[in-house]
Every structure is written in C-alpha cells, then in structure tokens.
C-alpha cells in the first residue's frame, strides 16, 4: 500500500496505544483516543478515519457503543473490535450495532493485525470506488432527464428551474439535511409532464379550466414521474417526493408515526406542493402577498408553516440584457423574450423559456428544413 490512510485505534490502556503507534506508524497513519468519547470527538475534528479498532471493555463508553455512535458519524470507516475479553453476548452485541468488520481477541500477532487492517482498507476502498459509479451513474442519468425534458417541454423545464430555487431556499430556513434530494426532487417534479399533449399543457400554464379528462392526465403526471425516477438507482426517496407531490397536506399522516426516511418524503411532497402552487399564481403574473394569501386561504391542501416560508423568497429577476441574436449565436441558460417563430408563422418556443443545448440544437435542425424567423429576442 503506498498511501498510508488513517487508521483510528481507541483503548484505555495508554501503554497499549503507544505500542500501536510505535509499530504501525510505517504501515498507516495512526491516531489514537483513550476513551470512546474522546474517539467520537477526534472523528469530527480529523476524520474521515478508513479503519477504526477499538478495545470491547472500556469505561464510561464500552467498545459496542462506541462503535454504534461511531457509524451514525460516518457510515464508510470500516469497524474492528480487539479485545481481551470475548463473549458470545458482547461479540452478537458490537456486530449488530456497530456492523463490525472484524471481531479480534488479544494478543492478536502484529502481522495479524496489519493484514485484518488492509482488509479492512481494501472494503473501505471498494465503498467509495462504488459510491462514485453510483454517483456518476446518478448524475449522468439526471442530466440526460433533464436535457429530454427541456427539449421536449422547454415551459416545464423553465418551471422546474424555478421550483428549485424555491424548494432550495426553504429546505435552507428549515435546515433540512440532504437538500440534494429535495433539488433533485424539484428538478424532476415535472418529468411526467413529457406525456401530456401540448395543448393541454398550454393550458395549465396560462390557468386555463381543464376538462374532465384533461384533469385526470394531469393528475396521473407525479405517478408516471416517480415511476420513471424510482427506476434508477438511489433515487428511491426522490421518486416517493415526486410520486406525492400532488397529495393534500390533510391527507399526510402525522410526523409522530412516521419513520425519519417517511418524515423526510411527507414534508418533501408538502413543500413541493406548496412552491408548485406559488409558482403558478407567480407565473400569471399575481404579486408574491397575493400568491401567499391564496394558499392561506385553503389550510386543507397546503402546510400553513411552509406557506409562512414563502414571504421571505427571492422572486423577483435579476436585472437581464435584453439581446437580439441569430439562431447560431444563442447558448444554453438564455432566456426567451418573445416566442421563437417558424418561417410559416407556426410557434416553436414560448417566451419566458430558458434554453437548453438540445432544444439550440432540435431548434437549428428545424431551420435548416423549415425555417426559423430571426434574429431572436433574448434575455441574457
């Protein structure tokens, strides 16, 4: 092993510990503790740690629970129990809790206790080495969605922009942990949107009455969105906040009975529903106190202490140049001023649409056949 990577031994033997450091310093690099309180504070202040050993029988902190506090800090360090004193009942006990890699007794040979350690290295590498192919694997997938649904349904994918920043803004206020998920969430809510004819979409954004029908395909939309997403990986509470986001704040069960991973999708669902309400009132041009009192109005659908969020968002744009450019000059984030027009007067782009690389690119193939009027109207 060239790189020497941190390795966390944890005794409340001190002889014990320098012995450690003395002989394994040349293989890894070794920090110690001599308590389990000391070892959870030495994690926060120099971890990530690859491996952590540590003795079964200490004071204050035995090694089991030790171990148990250390996984909830970081679920990857590879967990080891060396101990002098083994029972079936403690060694049932540290596995179950702490997900011990190795289950060790002293005296353990030194060259025992090197290989057991480079074992458990050698996982901590194959956690992250499958970590990033989940992560890459993630991130291609979501950008391929997104780029479909800007080409396919630039409006939804304009909105889906700004459902993020106003998703992002009140998982900050409520200092809510994997924000990453409800952006993803946000990004992503208006997926099942690519099977709604154009029409009736046209329709939902300008507030128009749907008929009975066309309500039902625009209720069936988060169903079909979840479906797409839960099919790749990690992606399962993202496709559970999409699924949800129609549901009536009513209609969620108490916090009180929920787990934490069903806490977290109810008020993921419960903010989506309140920001896409927000949106659409912003969208026909209501002013953002007009908007808020709208939702106030009706506590049945939407969660009265996220509508209280709402007050503090940033809506208003920042200040844009407007340009006037030909379709070759055009680059992905512009925004439409105007609609873009075909040569034959037909409607190709609304206005108020931020472009993206493939709708540029389906927009210059659609010129080189039929034509494009130019130049475009945008805002930069």
Same mark, same amino acid.
């Given at each position: ?27 890894? *690099?070794?920090?110690? %503790? ?7 504070? $030495?994690?926060? +202040?120099? =971890?990530?740690?690859?491996? &952590? ?71 901590? *590498?194959?956690?992250? %080495? ?7 694997? $993630?991130?291609? +997938?979501? =950008?391929?969605?997104?780029? &479909? ?232």
């Amino acid at each position: 092993m060239t790189k020497k990577y941190p390795v966390l031994f944890v005794d409340d033997e001190q002889n014990i510990l320098i012995s450690y450091k003395r002989n394994l310093r040349k293989y890894f *690099q070794v920090e110690t %503790a001599g308590s389990g309180p000391e070892a959870l504070e $030495l994690m926060k +202040s120099k =971890g990530p740690f690859a491996v &952590i050993v540590s003795d079964m029988q200490m004071p204050v902190m035995d090694g089991a629970r030790f171990l148990e506090k250390a996984r909830a800090i970081d679920k990857d360090s590879v967990r080891m129990i060396l101990t002098g004193f083994a029972n079936i009942e403690n060694a049932i006990s540290a596995v179950n809790n702490g997900f011990i890699f190795r289950f060790l007794t002293k005296p353990c040979p030194p060259e025992s206790l090197i290989a057991a350690i480079e074992e458990g290295i050698r996982q901590y *590498q194959l956690i992250h %080495a499958e970590r990033e192919l989940l992560e890459d694997t $993630l991130q291609n +997938s979501i =950008g391929v969605l997104t780029a &479909i649904l800007g080409m396919v349904n630039p409006q939804a994918f304009g909105r889906a922009n700004r459902i993020k920043q106003y998703v992002h803004q009140i998982a900050e206020r409520l200092k809510l942990k994997d924000i990453w998920q409800l952006d993803m969430a946000a990004m992503l809510s208006q997926i099942g949107f690519v099977t709604l004819p154009p029409h009736i979409l046209d329709k939902i954004y300008n507030g128009e009455i749907l008929t009975e029908k066309e309500q039902i395909m625009l209720e069936e939309h988060p169903g079909i969105g979840g479906s797409l997403i839960e099919k790749i990986p990690r992606m399962d509470i993202i496709a559970a906040i999409i699924r949800d986001q129609n549901k009536k704040f009513s209609e969620h069960e108490a916090p009180a009975a929920l787990t934490p991973r069903k806490k977290f999708i109810s008020l993921g669902a419960q903010i989506l529903k309140v920001v896409l309400a927000f949106d659409g009132y912003i969208y026909r041009g209501m002013s953002k106190a007009a908007a808020i009192s709208m939702l106030e109005r009706d506590q049945n659908s939407y969660n009265r202490q996220i509508v209280s969020l709402l007050s503090d968002l940033q809506v208003l744009e920042k200040e844009r140049i407007r340009k006037s450019l030909p379709l070759d000059k055009l680059v992905s984030g512009v925004i439409t001023e105007f609609p873009i027009i075909s040569a034959k007067g037909k409607m190709l782009v609304n206005k108020d649409i931020q472009l993206t690389e493939p709708l540029i690119q389906r927009l210059k193939a659609y010129d080189r056949s039929v034509g494009i009027r130019q130049p475009i109207k945008v805002l930069m």
